[in-house]
């Protein structure tokens, strides 16, 4: 299984928290940032996993949190003029992969998520959401019958919130390979890695699947009350308390 996590961008909504530390290396405790904690959540159940973080802004500071966890590093350099559509570009290979589980870097959820979804392979393509997360304003999605009809930050009618995470089969890896480059390729490196999705929606007749988990701890560190709520799910997490 091939892991891709996102954590190129500058945090520019929780400046200037993130003006000499990315919001992926925000202490969720004493011994695990946000990005060490997705990172060793997938390792617990998948030891010889490939994960492949796609760093930008401060990127020598998310390497060196990450030194001792076995990953490897793609860089997007021009994280200052491109949006999470371009890290999936130079991290292109890793698509063509059998299995490949896209998460961004900056999201904080509890483990049932990752073995029940991130670390199981699929056999078409899919991505979470979680119909009790009414947010205007966010990536949010339409869906029907288990199925995205559409996913923005523009819709005003929606049902549920993207939840960061989406699942390739091998078969699906591809297309999105083919469609990221002909989206760069037409100089629209400014929009979202799942905004692809959509224009294979709207425009290939492309079947992406959706799993509500509503009820799931989860959250999106896009805010200071995100990072209060991160902080709670690692302190009541059973599985990383320490021994007393």
């Keep these: 299984m091939t892991y891709i996590i996102l954590a190129a961008g500058k945090g520019q909504n929780l400046q200037p928290l993130t003006l000499k530390n990315p919001k992926t290396s925000f202490k969720l405790d ?7 904690r997705i990172v060793r959540s997938i390792r617990r159940y998948d030891r010889n996993g490939e994960i492949v973080v796609v760093t930008g802004y401060l990127s020598d500071l998310v390497k060196e949190e990450l030194l001792d966890d076995n990953v490897k590093f793609v860089v ?6 491109t949006n999470s559509i371009s890290s999936v570009w130079f991290a292109r290979d890793y698509l063509e992969r059998e ?11 509890d483990d049932d998520i990752t073995e029940k979804y991130l670390v199981r392979p699929t056999d078409h393509p899919y991505v979470l959401v ?7 304003g966010a990536y949010n999605a339409v869906t029907k019958d288990g199925q995205v009809l559409v996913m923005s930050r523009k819709l005003e009618v929606f049902d549920a919130k ?3 995470m989406s699942k390739l089969d091998a078969v699906s890896a591809r297309l999105v390979k083919e469609e990221v480059d002909t ?10 890695f799942e905004d692809s999705l959509v224009q ?3 425009f290939r007749d492309f079947e ?4 509500d988990i509503k009820g799931s701890r989860w959250t999106e560190v896009d805010s200071v009350n995100d990072l209060l709520n991160a902080q709670e799910i690692q302190k009541t997490s059973s599985i990383y308390k320490k021994p007393l």
């Design 99 to 109: 299995n490949v589980t896209i998460v961004h870097g900056d999201v904080v959820f």
């Design 130 to 136: 979680d119909s009790q997360v009414v947010k205007p």
């Design 183 to 192: 989206m760069i390729a037409s100089n629209m490196y400014d929009q979202y």
């Design 76 to 81: 997007n350099p021009f994280y200052e003029v």
């Design 30 to 36: 004493s011994d695990t940032t946000v990005l060490q």
């Design 208 to 211: 992406l699947g959706c799993v």
């Design 200 to 202: 294979m929606i709207m």
């Design 162 to 164: 993207y939840c960061c």
